[in-house]
């Protein structure tokens, strides 16, 4: 298993500003994955971090809008840019320590902008 | 495209009553797994089912795989208000998972 932790657990912010999400996992991982997800639904994948090389995006999201760092094998970033009503959401990061099938993942950071 | 569609959306019950939750898909996965989110907290793994037909049990919880790997239920006995939480249902796709739709459970006291 795996310990992750998110920086910050909640924030609001106003419309246009860009807001730093922070994963970090208690030991070396391979594979990092970003999700959002609206209270009480289901999750929906943003992108794959990678690990010096570019994050892989899901159809939807772009890298302008939410450009991801993958330094080492512990820590990734997020950063939801130009932000809009629309970001409200709970942003959570993941890992897959064996594979990408079982995942592993941290408590969300809670986005509300106004 | 591989979708995971879960049913009910919503259930609200009492504690003690027994529940089935339903994961169905057209598409074939090699293996299928259920999560739990607890409010406020990220979901966390409870069972990965592999080979159809396989039923798993977890204290209350019995997870049943389809005999044809296209479908999973959930079945908890004697609910408590611990159960309560978001359950989805995920498969494996291109090295990342597909996750269901979603249960909302609430069990009242």
């Known amino acids: 298993s795996a310990v992750i932790s998110q920086k910050p657990s909640r924030d609001i912010c106003q419309r246009g500003t860009s807001l730093t999400i922070q994963c970090q996992v208690d030991s070396q991982v391979t594979m990092m994955f970003w999700y959002r997800q609206q209270p009480g639904q289901s999750l929906t994948l943003i992108a794959t971090a990678n690990q010096g090389s570019e994050a892989t995006y899901e159809s939807g999201f772009v890298i302008d809008k939410f450009p991801i760092s993958r330094p080492n094998l512990t820590f990734s970033t997020l950063t939801v840019s130009n932000m809009s009503p629309e970001d409200s959401s709970i942003y959570l990061c993941s890992v897959g320590v064996v594979s990408a099938y079982e995942q592993y993942f941290g408590p969300g950071t809670r986005l509300t902008v106004t | 495209t591989q979708l995971l569609e879960q049913s009910p959306q919503f259930l609200s019950i009492q504690e003690g009553e027994n529940l089935t939750v339903y994961c169905n898909s057209s598409s074939v996965f090699s293996s299928l797994q259920w999560y739990r989110q607890e409010p406020g907290e990220g979901p966390v793994l409870l069972v990965t089912?592999?080979?159809?037909?396989e039923v798993k049990k977890l204290k209350r919880l019995t997870f049943q795989f389809g005999d044809a790997r296209k479908d999973s239920s959930l079945h908890i006995t004697a609910a408590q208000t611990g159960d309560t939480g978001l359950y989805l249902c995920?498969?494996?796709?291109?090295?990342?998972?597909?996750f269901g739709t979603g249960t909302l459970l609430a069990v009242q006291p």
């Open positions: 995920a498969g494996p796709a291109l090295n990342k998972l597909i």
């Open positions: 089912v592999v080979t159809g037909g």
